[in-house]
């Protein structure tokens, strides 16, 4: 197996991870949807997750799967006929940057149509953890990447806000998992205006096809459109039909574009299609990010049969310092 990129604490030692388990299975997460408070130790190009504290763990986050989660399915019922899933891969470990601007603010891109994991997706900038990379720095680099990007040190502040167990396909009806991640989500707060932090984004279109900016009121109505379930929501009466984004052009030129709410509001389907939707890992990290500013955060089906976890204050306990890392 190659190097472990995710890590669990089970035995008093950390252990890596097969690609078809469950790794909220193996933490002890319940039949619920969680999330699960768990601590981690955000080391450079690694996680170590343990259910438990632990010497070293600096961070204490939520961790959560989607309903459909086929890892989870797979734990119920391993021998699912030609089920051929990789025996010499680990769960790899991504990285993605939910980028505040100083008037709250955070951004979204689109993935292009073109790619073959999550094509069409609206989600934030982010991807692999390289070896040896601090986490930080993963993200600012993917930032940069992506959105070419570049946050002045001592213009911004961070904090790790959770984790999310994704897989691709995303559900067994699309097809078995090829792709099995980890992802943690940082938030990143700029000392920059949205209108400061647009003016230098230059988007990269072999990755990103779209780009908009959500307020915290159009982020909660997102995130309130929960993947998996048959759930109606309220929505709020007062939001806007529309949001406004900006669309790349063959030429690379940025026009713009007038996205209609229904397509931020559209859940995942059951089969496999390419409509452009928000992933389910973004709405979580939007809900956490609304925890954050203090926001109460739409209501999640799963909550009420679970324990509600530890309070706001108590997640993220001793973050890493601040603009830790050079980025990119």
Request: aromatic share 6%; glycine share 8%.
């Amino acid at each position: 197996m190659a190097a472990a990129r995710v890590q669990l604490l089970l035995s008093g030692r950390p252990e890596s991870v097969s690609f078809a388990r469950s790794v909220c299975g193996l933490l002890g997460a319940g039949p619920g949807l969680g999330p699960w408070p768990i601590h981690c130790s955000l080391k450079r190009g690694r996680l170590v997750l343990s259910s438990r504290p632990f010497p070293g763990a600096s961070a204490r986050l939520p961790l959560q799967r989607p309903p459909f989660c086929p890892f989870a399915a797979l734990d119920e019922r391993p021998r699912v006929p030609g089920a051929e899933l990789p025996t010499d891969r680990g769960v790899d470990l991504g990285v993605a940057v939910i980028l505040q601007s100083s008037d709250k603010t955070v951004l979204l891109t689109r993935r292009a149509r073109t790619l073959s994991v999550s094509p069409n997706l609206w989600v934030p900038p982010g991807g692999h953890v390289e070896l040896e990379e601090e986490l930080l720095d993963g993200g600012l680099r993917e930032l940069w990447e992506e959105c070419g990007l570049h946050l002045p040190q001592g213009q911004f502040s961070w904090v790790p806000l959770g984790l999310w167990e994704s897989a691709y396909p995303p559900r067994l009806s699309w097809g078995l998992p090829k792709y099995h991640h980890i992802v943690l989500y940082l938030l990143v707060i700029s000392q920059e205006s949205q209108q400061q932090l647009q003016a230098r984004i230059q988007p990269n279109p072999s990755e990103v096809s779209a780009l908009m900016w959500l307020t915290p009121d159009v982020a909660a109505a997102v995130a309130a459109t929960e993947d998996g379930t048959e759930t109606p929501r309220l929505l709020p009466q007062d939001l806007p039909p529309s949001v406004l984004a900006l669309e790349l052009e063959e030429d690379g030129r940025a026009r713009p574009l007038v996205l209609p709410m229904s397509t931020l509001l559209r859940t995942i389907p059951t089969m496999a299609e390419g409509k452009e939707r928000v992933s389910t890992g973004t709405k979580f990290a939007l809900r956490l990010w609304l925890q954050h500013l203090g926001r109460t955060p739409p209501p999640c089906k799963s909550a009420a049969h679970l324990d509600p976890g530890p309070a706001k204050e108590e997640w993220n306990m001793d973050p890493l310092p601040p603009n830790q890392g050079s980025g990119k």
